[in-house]
């Protein structure tokens, strides 16, 4: 009843999660055989959001506008390489703080007795598509400089804070009732 | 010669898994696994002595009602990986509940507009193509099952890990052999039984392998902030209103 691509396809996607699933395994066992007391600073690093006016000003064309007015190669060299740096360290932060966001959400949310699959799924969605942006920001700034991609960087920035606002409001929310039940 | 080896070899390996589960006491905590390999056990040994001692055709009748209720059985492995793994994550349990059960129903839902569109296949299909699909079935379930197991994180136990793994990538083989074999020549097909028929060993040694003791499951070794947090308040908050009422009790009774 299944076709041969189908079969193919359902075999390697298994094939690839269990061996994901067997890796995460063996790492697991290896860090616990050889687990600090100290914590790693980036895994208790929390980092702070850009405000949206700073996305908006690593973006804009304004300044490289303002450089080109000095007709000076050397400058606008600099600053073109320093800019896509700051808007490529923006794209990472971006990306760990929305790791941390949903890590964060996972963890609460693999012991509540009140999940709502609708919100799941929501939430999941906005995960995978922010992701998604932070790979084609970073592609796109690679290749054409950050001043092209203003619209999708502020759009990442926006739906970043709303996913950050989603996961405040969830665990307010469930926090709440499971408050009221226990009392 | 080389089928005789494979099949007592995988008796004598089926052996010494239910033997070690009984003896670490696996058994009780995994009993739809261990269910499952003794009934395959109870499978090989029927066939071994049907093969050769009844007609062949009866052979064929046995291996195939056989083998349908080994996939039955083997249902409530995934049940069980779902049962054991998830039964500190309550979120995650419901999630997956939802999951599953959506995957069911678009399982079901593709199979009736299949026939639907093809009725001689309720005819024509063989006990092969049956067992295909219902395997391609559990292997989406299996999908699903780790998917939302990695998602959220779950830690898995030595044990629960090499069930989970081990009848993973058995319904991943057993999905591309059966669907490859009814669309190839028969000697390419006479080489992938062979394969398909060896292979069940190396599973049956990784089973063993990661089955050999008990080793418990990691429970949930970190604690949420967020509700540890709530306790904190809520007890705060119980002893508040505790005193509240001595108060008052004191200021109704002056």
């Known amino acids: ?183 | 010669m080389l089928s005789q080896l494979v099949s007592w070899s995988c008796i004598a390996l089926e052996s010494v898994l239910l033997f070690r589960g009984l003896r670490s006491k696996l058994g009780s905590r995994y009993p739809a696994f261990y269910t499952y390999i003794s009934f395959v056990l109870f499978q090989d040994l029927l066939c071994y002595f049907a093969f050769r001692w009844a007609p062949h055709l009866l052979y064929t009748y046995i291996y195939w009602i056989t083998e349908f209720l080994c996939i039955l059985l083997s249902c409530g492995i995934v049940l069980e990986v779902y049962r054991v793994g998830l039964s500190a994550y309550p979120g995650t349990a419901r999630i997956t509940r939802k999951v599953l059960g959506l995957v069911f129903v678009v399982a079901l839902a593709k199979a009736l507009v299949s026939a639907a569109n093809d009725p001689r296949w309720w005819l024509e299909a063989t006990a092969k193509d049956v067992a295909g699909t219902l395997r391609a079935v559990q292997g989406v379930a299996i999908v699903a099952l780790v998917s939302l197991f990695l998602f959220y994180a779950i830690p898995f136990g030595r044990n629960l890990r090499g069930i989970l793994v081990g009848y993973g990538l058995f319904v991943c083989w057993t999905v591309i052999c059966l669907t490859l074999s009814s669309s190839v020549n028969d000697n390419v097909h006479a080489v992938l039984k062979n394969l398909y028929q060896s292979s069940y060993p190396v599973f049956l040694i990784f089973w063993l392998v990661h089955l050999w003791s008990y080793q418990t499951n990691p429970a949930s070794e970190v604690e949420v902030p967020l509700e540890r947090e709530y306790e904190r308040i809520a007890a705060a908050t119980r002893r508040r209103l505790q005193d509240a009422r001595g108060q008052l009790a004191k200021v109704v009774g002056s």
Not at chain 1, 4 to 31: C, H, K, N, Q
Not at chain 1, 48 to 57: G, I, K, N
Not at chain 1, 160 to 173: G, P, V, Y
């Open chain 1, 1 to 183: 009843m299944i076709g041969i691509p189908t079969a193919l396809l359902l075999g390697t996607i298994l094939l690839l999660l269990l061996l994901f699933v067997a890796a995460r395994g063996s790492m697991d066992a290896r860090e616990s055989s050889s687990r600090s007391d100290v914590p790693l600073l980036d895994d208790e690093a929390v980092i702070d959001p850009c405000p949206p006016e700073f996305v908006a000003r690593i973006f804009s064309p304004r300044d490289w506008e303002f450089v080109s007015e000095t007709k000076s190669p050397q400058l606008e060299k600099l600053f073109r390489r320093e800019r896509k740096l700051v808007a490529l360290a923006w794209v990472h932060q971006t990306s760990l703080a929305v790791r941390r966001i949903m890590r964060e959400h996972t963890q609460a949310a693999r012991h509540s007795h009140d999940l709502q699959f609708a919100t799941e799924s929501k939430l999941v969605l906005l995960y995978a598509e922010l992701m998604f942006l932070c790979g084609m920001l970073f592609l796109a700034i690679q290749s054409a400089g950050p001043e092209r991609v203003r619209g999708l960087a502020v759009y990442a920035g926006t739906l970043s804070q709303r996913l950050a606002q989603a996961q405040h409001d969830l665990k307010a929310i469930t926090a709440g009732r499971e408050f009221h039940s226990a009392s």
